[in-house]
Nanobody, 119 residues
Framework: QVQLVESGGGLVQPGGSLRLSCAAS????????MGWYRQAPGKEREWVALITRTGNSGYKDSVKDRFTISRDLAKNTVYLQMNSLKPEDTAVYYCRANVAAMTGYLEVWGQGTLVTVSS
């Protein structure tokens, strides 16, 4: 079994910052692409950012220049640094990873962490 556990969500004022973390654990041979998604109330889940095993990254247009995705291969952890937060960034943020595990190749999702941007 492979698990992803997110942390770092919370309540922040507009213009503030938060750093989300997502740690993978279990029978992992290697972590490949890892990404962050979010789902706002009443909306569909949407992609936010992606980072490859080699460190290449991509972002949703609305978060470019505000969010930064990074990873620590040694810790099997991916991060999302979120700056200049806006109320429209309010959502449950989910981590996703493509994993090579003992049982084969898996797509694994975390349970989500709530980010609320409000004054």
């Amino acid at each position: 079994q492979v698990q992803l556990v997110e942390s770092g969500g919370g309540l922040v004022q507009p213009g503030g910052s938060l750093r989300l973390s997502c740690a993978a654990s279990g029978s992992i041979l290697s972590l490949n692409d890892m990404g962050w998604y979010r789902q706002a109330p009443g909306k569909e889940r949407e992609w936010v950012a992606l980072i490859t095993r080699t460190g290449n990254s991509g972002y949703k247009d609305s978060v470019k220049d505000r969010f930064t995705i990074s990873r620590d291969l040694a810790k099997n952890t991916v991060y999302l640094q979120m700056n200049s937060l806006k109320p429209e960034d309010t959502a449950v943020y989910y981590c996703r990873a493509n994993v090579a595990a003992m049982t084969g190749y898996l797509e694994v999702w975390g349970q989500g962490t709530l980010v609320t941007v409000s004054s």
